[in-house]
């Protein structure tokens, strides 16, 4: 396998493992620790908002399953895309769609709290929002890799894929639409007690796609 992986999706599954280890080694895992507050990424309302937080957050993740999957994601469609395009474009690629999905993920914090945002706060209130804030922080490449499956989709739409639990095989094109449209669904709806950042997908995925029809304007593929 790591024959046949290509350089920078290897090097950034690396990174990221050693990112997910720095974070469980100095309590990065738990609820409110100074890691988070540091490279996680804060509604700009946070004290501890910083804006390096809009990249630094791509690489850390909430859990050690969270990590498996976007790296096993990353791996499997990354890889294609990579030799195609080349490090170079892949790597720009890959850092504008997670920096696409941070700023979709601000904009719904700044309209998930726009009421409190203009509301004028008591001291303890304020605390306790701030809390709040630190606690509702984001990280994960999924909108990265959103963006990467966007891609994906668009290149090589034709490709069957078998995703589990669907029992026959789906081209990718229909699969990446599905997915894309299920977190759309997750958004809008704001099930309780779900804590995926839905739109930051959305925006990685669609900063994906738009990139890759402005580079592929010249070479148009046969979706249908």
Same mark, same amino acid.
């Given at each position: 396998?790591?024959?046949?992986?290509?350089?920078?999706?290897?090097?950034?599954?690396?990174?990221?493992?050693? &990112?997910?280890?720095?974070?469980?080694?100095?309590?990065?895992?738990?609820?409110?620790?100074?890691?988070?507050?540091?490279?996680?990424?804060?509604?700009?309302?946070?004290?501890?908002? !910083?804006?390096?937080?809009?990249? @630094?957050?791509?690489?850390?993740?909430?859990?050690?399953?969270?990590?498996?999957?976007?790296?096993? %994601?990353?791996?499997?469609?990354? @890889?294609?895309?990579? =030799?195609?395009?080349?490090? !170079?474009?892949?790597?720009?690629?890959?850092?504008?769609?997670?920096?696409?999905?941070?700023?979709?993920?601000?904009?719904?914090?700044?309209?998930?709290?726009?009421?409190?945002?203009?509301?004028?706060?008591?001291?303890?209130?304020?605390?306790?929002?701030?809390?709040?804030?630190?606690?509702?922080?984001? &990280?994960?490449?999924?909108?990265?890799?959103?963006? &990467?499956? %966007?891609?994906?989709?668009?290149?090589?739409?034709?490709?069957?894929?078998?995703?589990?639990?669907?029992?026959?095989?789906? !081209?990718?094109?229909?699969?990446?639409?599905?997915?894309?449209?299920?977190?759309?669904?997750?958004?809008?709806?704001?099930?309780?007690?779900?804590?995926?950042?839905?739109?930051?997908?959305?925006?990685?995925?669609?900063?994906?796609?738009?990139? &890759?029809?402005?580079?592929? =304007?010249?070479?148009?593929?046969?979706?249908?």
């Amino acid at each position: 396998m790591f024959q046949r992986i290509t350089p920078v999706v290897l090097n950034l599954i690396i990174i990221n493992a050693l &990112v997910f280890f720095a974070q469980v080694a100095f309590g990065g895992m738990d609820d409110l620790n100074s890691v988070n507050d540091l490279f996680a990424l804060h509604h700009y309302k946070a004290d501890v908002f !910083k804006p390096h937080q809009i990249i @630094t957050h791509i690489f850390m993740h909430g859990s050690l399953m969270h990590l498996l999957f976007n790296m096993l %994601a990353l791996w499997m469609f990354g @890889t294609m895309i990579e =030799r195609v395009w080349g490090p !170079k474009r892949f790597i720009i690629f890959y850092l504008v769609c997670g920096i696409g999905a941070a700023l979709t993920q601000m904009g719904s914090y700044a309209f998930d709290f726009w009421q409190i945002d203009h509301t004028a706060l008591s001291a303890d209130l304020n605390m306790q929002y701030q809390t709040a804030l630190r606690l509702g922080c984001t &990280v994960g490449a999924s909108g990265a890799i959103m963006g &990467v499956l %966007a891609a994906y989709g668009y290149l090589f739409p034709n490709t069957t894929l078998f995703i589990m639990p669907i029992p026959f095989p789906v !081209k990718a094109k229909w699969a990446i639409i599905g997915i894309i449209l299920l977190d759309v669904f997750g958004g809008v709806s704001k099930t309780p007690g779900d804590n995926i950042a839905h739109f930051a997908h959305v925006g990685g995925a669609v900063v994906g796609i738009l990139l &890759v029809i402005f580079w592929n =304007r010249t070479n148009k593929q046969t979706f249908y």
